[in-house]
């Protein structure tokens, strides 16, 4: 059973750094393994926003908002997913979540719906004073 577990949120002020980590197990990834990982956000009442994949490739996408301040990585030996979020805003301020999906998306635009994935942690939740 794929599990997936967040931690790392908190509160900060704007403009400060935080670095979420997503724990997994339940699965294996290998040279044959495709797949995306990726990192999402949301809001009450609003919808779950994509915030970067990464794939087996290593190829990786980044929303609009987060780009130049956020970096994605996977350390494929503890399987581990990474968000280092630097420069944060108040608009940054959501429940994380990660997600995981086999095998990778067949439209590289597709990469950052929501509905394209299928496993979910329970999420982490990062608040940005102003």
């Known amino acids: 059973e794929v599990h997936l577990l967040e931690s790392g949120g908190g509160s900060v002020q704007s403009g400060g750094s935080l670095t979420l980590s997503c724990a997994t197990s339940?699965?294996?990834?290998?040279?044959?393994?495709?797949?995306?990982m990726a990192w999402f956000r949301q809001n009450p009442g609003g919808e779950r926003e994509g915030v970067v994949v990464?794939?087996?490739?290593?190829?990786?996408t980044y929303a609009d908002s987060v780009k130049g301040r956020f970096t994605i990585s996977l350390d494929g030996g503890n399987k581990t997913l990474y968000l280092k979020m630097n420069s944060l805003k108040p608009e940054d301020t959501a429940i994380y979540y990660c997600?995981?999906?086999?095998?990778?998306?067949?439209?590289?635009?597709?990469?950052?719906?929501?509905?394209?994935?299928?496993?979910w942690g329970q999420g982490t939740q990062v608040t940005v004073s102003s």
């Open positions: 997600a995981v999906r086999f095998p990778r998306v067949l439209r590289p635009e597709w990469a950052l719906r929501a509905d394209e994935y299928v496993f």
């Open positions: 339940g699965f294996t990834i290998n040279s044959g393994t495709s797949y995306c």
């Open positions: 990464i794939d087996d490739d290593g190829v990786t």
